[in-house]
Nanobody
Framework: QVQLVESGGGLVQPGGSLRLSCAAS????????MGWFRQAPGKEREFVAA????????DYTDSMKGRAAISRDNAKNTLYLQMNSLKPEDTAVYYC???????????????????WGQGTQVTVSS
């Protein structure tokens, strides 16, 4: 199985930027499509962004299109999420997740992601 550890969260002012990282270990990183999810207090977990095994395809939730960029470095076994123009409603715990797959044909639900990190808190506030 693959182990995932997120980092890079913190407190940022509205309009600011953060770059989250997710370090993977245990299995061949490029065997997995990867995703970012978030969960705000009192709300259900929601999809943020996903990326195919070699980065050729990315998908985003509508609220993050144009403000976020998901990327990966398979040589470093690391997933990234660059977030810009952050808003208070982006406040949440952010999780990375891995989906073992042959071909990534787009985001198809959180249930297909079998491995999850512990999360990193992002707080957007002045």
């Amino acid at each position: 199985q693959v182990q995932l550890v997120e980092s890079g969260g913190g407190l940022v002012q509205p309009g600011g930027s953060l770059r989250l990282s997710c370090a993977a270990s245990g299995r061949t990183f490029s065997d997995y499509a990867m995703g970012w999810f978030r969960q705000a207090p009192g709300k259900e977990r929601e999809f943020v962004a996903a990326i195919s095994r070699f980065g050729s395809r990315t998908d985003y939730t509508d609220s993050m299109k144009g403000r976020a960029a998901i990327s990966r470095d398979n040589a470093k076994n690391t997933l990234y999420l660059q977030m810009n123009s952050l808003k208070p409603e982006d406040t949440a715990v952010y999780y990375c997740a891995a989906r073992y797959t042959g071909t990534y044909n787009g985001y198809n639900g959180a249930a297909s992601y079998g491995y999850w990190g512990q999360g990193t808190q992002v707080t957007v506030s002045s």
